[in-house]
Protein backbone atom coordinates (compact mmCIF):
# COMPACT_ATOMS: atom_id res chain seq x y z
CA UNK A 1 0.00 0.00 0.00
CA UNK A 2 1.66 3.21 -0.76
CA UNK A 3 1.75 5.90 1.18
CA UNK A 4 2.06 10.01 0.33
CA UNK A 5 3.53 12.58 2.96
CA UNK A 6 3.64 16.09 1.76
CA UNK A 7 5.74 18.99 2.98
CA UNK A 8 6.76 22.35 2.38
CA UNK A 9 3.36 24.39 3.18
CA UNK A 10 3.58 27.65 4.37
CA UNK A 11 2.47 31.05 4.64
CA UNK A 12 4.33 33.33 2.14
CA UNK A 13 3.03 36.92 0.54
CA UNK A 14 2.35 37.45 -2.67
CA UNK A 15 4.61 36.87 -6.12
CA UNK A 16 6.90 34.63 -3.43
CA UNK A 17 8.38 31.33 -4.49
CA UNK A 18 7.32 28.39 -2.31
CA UNK A 19 8.31 24.12 -3.11
CA UNK A 20 6.09 21.44 -2.27
CA UNK A 21 7.39 18.10 -1.66
CA UNK A 22 5.43 14.69 -1.54
CA UNK A 23 7.57 11.36 -0.49
CA UNK A 24 6.13 8.06 -1.29
CA UNK A 25 6.61 4.34 0.48
CA UNK A 26 5.63 1.62 0.29
CA UNK A 27 4.91 0.87 -3.34
CA UNK A 28 7.19 0.88 -6.78
CA UNK A 29 7.07 4.75 -7.16
CA UNK A 30 8.16 4.31 -11.16
CA UNK A 31 4.92 3.06 -11.81
CA UNK A 32 2.55 5.76 -10.59
CA UNK A 33 1.19 8.72 -12.42
CA UNK A 34 1.30 11.33 -9.69
CA UNK A 35 -0.64 14.61 -9.50
CA UNK A 36 -0.98 17.74 -7.22
CA UNK A 37 -4.19 18.74 -6.69
CA UNK A 38 -5.88 21.85 -4.14
CA UNK A 39 -8.75 22.23 -2.40
CA UNK A 40 -10.21 25.27 -0.70
CA UNK A 41 -13.95 25.51 1.75
CA UNK A 42 -16.63 24.54 -0.03
CA UNK A 43 -15.37 24.19 -3.27
CA UNK A 44 -14.21 20.74 -4.73
CA UNK A 45 -10.66 19.41 -4.84
CA UNK A 46 -8.87 20.66 -8.44
CA UNK A 47 -6.09 19.31 -10.50
CA UNK A 48 -2.94 21.79 -10.25
CA UNK A 49 -0.31 19.16 -12.03
CA UNK A 50 -0.03 16.10 -12.77
CA UNK A 51 3.33 13.73 -13.95
CA UNK A 52 3.05 10.60 -16.37
CA UNK A 53 4.09 7.54 -14.92
CA UNK A 54 6.07 6.49 -17.94
CA UNK A 55 7.54 9.62 -19.68
CA UNK A 56 8.32 13.37 -18.80
CA UNK A 57 4.74 14.16 -20.39
CA UNK A 58 2.91 16.54 -17.47
CA UNK A 59 -0.41 18.34 -17.45
CA UNK A 60 -1.07 21.59 -15.72
CA UNK A 61 -4.27 23.90 -14.46
CA UNK A 62 -4.44 26.54 -16.82
CA UNK A 63 -4.75 28.65 -14.03
CA UNK A 64 -0.78 28.04 -12.93
CA UNK A 65 0.65 27.50 -15.75
CA UNK A 66 3.94 28.97 -16.42
CA UNK A 67 3.98 29.45 -12.91
CA UNK A 68 4.30 26.12 -11.24
CA UNK A 69 6.54 23.24 -12.69
CA UNK A 70 5.68 19.43 -11.05
CA UNK A 71 8.92 16.91 -11.70
CA UNK A 72 9.46 13.87 -10.07
CA UNK A 73 13.03 12.02 -8.84
CA UNK A 74 12.32 8.07 -9.31
CA UNK A 75 15.33 7.44 -7.27
CA UNK A 76 13.81 9.21 -4.49
CA UNK A 77 10.35 8.35 -4.32
CA UNK A 78 9.64 11.68 -4.50
CA UNK A 79 7.20 14.39 -6.23
CA UNK A 80 7.77 17.91 -6.32
CA UNK A 81 5.54 21.30 -7.06
CA UNK A 82 7.63 24.42 -7.49
CA UNK A 83 5.64 27.55 -7.06
CA UNK A 84 7.09 31.19 -8.58
CA UNK A 85 4.70 34.03 -7.78
CA UNK A 86 2.51 32.86 -5.93
CA UNK A 87 -0.86 34.69 -5.73
CA UNK A 88 -3.42 35.07 -2.88
CA UNK A 89 -6.11 33.09 -5.12
CA UNK A 90 -3.41 30.08 -5.13
CA UNK A 91 -3.98 29.49 -0.96
CA UNK A 92 -5.65 26.23 -0.59
CA UNK A 93 -4.63 22.92 1.11
CA UNK A 94 -2.31 20.82 -1.50
CA UNK A 95 -2.73 17.15 -2.04
CA UNK A 96 -0.35 15.00 -3.29
CA UNK A 97 -2.00 12.10 -4.98
CA UNK A 98 -1.12 8.90 -6.79
CA UNK A 99 -2.65 6.64 -9.48
CA UNK A 100 -2.09 2.91 -10.43
CA UNK A 101 -3.63 2.77 -13.18
CA UNK A 102 -3.49 5.24 -15.33
CA UNK A 103 -0.85 7.14 -17.03
CA UNK A 104 -1.59 11.04 -16.76
CA UNK A 105 -4.76 11.53 -14.67
CA UNK A 106 -6.48 14.71 -14.46
CA UNK A 107 -9.01 14.07 -12.40
CA UNK A 108 -9.86 12.88 -9.08
CA UNK A 109 -11.80 9.92 -9.39
CA UNK A 110 -8.71 8.10 -11.16
CA UNK A 111 -6.73 7.97 -8.49
CA UNK A 112 -6.06 6.03 -5.73
CA UNK A 113 -3.92 7.20 -3.04
CA UNK A 114 -4.11 10.52 -1.48
CA UNK A 115 -1.42 12.25 1.18
CA UNK A 116 -3.05 14.30 4.18
CA UNK A 117 -2.85 17.43 2.63
CA UNK A 118 -0.61 20.64 3.21
CA UNK A 119 -1.81 24.22 4.15
CA UNK A 120 -0.35 26.73 1.52
CA UNK A 121 -1.44 30.38 1.96
CA UNK A 122 -0.69 33.22 -0.04
CA UNK A 123 -1.25 36.76 1.52
CA UNK A 124 -2.12 39.89 -0.45
Known amino acids: QVQLVESGGGLVQAGDSLRLSCAAS????????MGWFRQTPGKERELVAAHSRISSSTSYADSVKGRFTVSRDNGKNTLDLQMNSLKPEDTAVYYC?????????????????WGQGIQVTVSS
Open 26 to 33: GGTFSRLA
Open 97 to 113: AASSRYNLPIVTRLYDT
